[in-house]
């Protein structure tokens, strides 16, 4: 079993900054991919950011130069450094990673992000 917790999020002025982190926790080798989506309220979840275990980063191209993804591989956790932040950014936060040797991804539960006008 598996599991994912994310934590970091709530209630930002624009303008301001947050940083959500995701653990992963249970039993598995290792971990490849971890990423953030995002859902807004009646809307898709979307892509963020991801990185793999060597590092390689990727974003949605509304959080390059605002948004910084980060891990460390010896805690299991992913980090997203959220800057400059507008009121479109808000949305559910949720963590995604790949496991080694384990079929398909996983989701955390998600943790809200909130920004105010």
């Known amino acids: 079993q598996v599991h994912l917790m994310e934590s970091g999020g709530g209630l930002v002025q624009a303008g301001g900054s947050l940083r959500l982190s995701c653990t992963a926790s249970g039993s598995f080798d290792g971990i490849s991919t971890m990423g953030w989506y995002r859902q807004a309220p009646g809307k898709q979840r979307d892509f963020v950011a991801s990185?793999?275990?060597?590092?390689?980063?990727n974003y949605v191209d509304s959080a390059k130069g605002r948004f910084t993804i980060s891990r460390d591989n010896a805690k299991n956790t992913v980090y997203l450094q959220m800057s400059s932040l507008k009121p479109e950014d808000t949305a559910v936060y949720y963590c995604?990673?790949?496991?080694?040797?384990?079929?398909?991804?996983?989701w955390g539960r998600g943790t809200q992000v909130t920004v105010s006008s």
């Open positions: 995604h990673a790949d496991f080694e040797a384990i079929q398909y991804g996983y």
């Open positions: 990185i793999t275990t060597g590092g390689s980063t």
